[in-house]
């Protein structure tokens, strides 16, 4: 794949969170939309008993903002220092600007940041 290879030095992960609604739903509440087998066949297969739910006005960016802003205050990071955000969803909050954007907004990081 010419083009897309490259070499990125000094860049490290320092650190992982994670944020999710507190609201949830039971999956086997599918069960008459799906089938009960089908349903009950599902939770075994990916053992995915319960889904959280957003609640509403909450988006992606909350729950991102949220999980950095404590990341970030635990790792004792300038936020004026940070030059690259990626943030990776199914979901975006709005198709422009990038989620990316709201986010280093939200957190306060320097203008310099590049958003992805």
Same mark, same amino acid.
């Given at each position: 794949m010419a083009g897309y290879e490259g070499c990125? $030095?000094? !860049?490290h992960v320092c650190g992982i969170a994670s944020a999710v609604p507190k609201r949830f739903i039971d999956n086997a509440v599918f069960a008459e939309q799906m089938g009960g087998k089908r349903n009950k066949r599902q939770i075994a297969l990916t053992g995915i008993k319960t889904r959280h739910i957003c609640g509403e006005?909450?988006?992606a960016s909350d729950f991102a903002?949220?999980?950095a802003d404590r990341l970030l205050t635990r790792l004792?990071?300038?936020?004026? $220092? !940070?030059?690259i955000l990626i943030f990776?969803?199914?979901q975006a909050d709005l198709s422009r600007p990038s989620t990316a954007m709201l986010i280093q907004?939200?957190?306060?990081i320097g203008?310099?940041?590049s958003c992805l």
């Amino acid at each position: 794949m010419a083009g897309y290879e490259g070499c990125l $030095e000094q !860049i490290h992960v320092c650190g992982i969170a994670s944020a999710v609604p507190k609201r949830f739903i039971d999956n086997a509440v599918f069960a008459e939309q799906m089938g009960g087998k089908r349903n009950k066949r599902q939770i075994a297969l990916t053992g995915i008993k319960t889904r959280h739910i957003c609640g509403e006005g909450q988006a992606a960016s909350d729950f991102a903002t949220f999980a950095a802003d404590r990341l970030l205050t635990r790792l004792g990071w300038n936020r004026d $220092e !940070i030059k690259i955000l990626i943030f990776v969803t199914q979901q975006a909050d709005l198709s422009r600007p990038s989620t990316a954007m709201l986010i280093q907004r939200r957190l306060g990081i320097g203008a310099d940041c590049s958003c992805l």
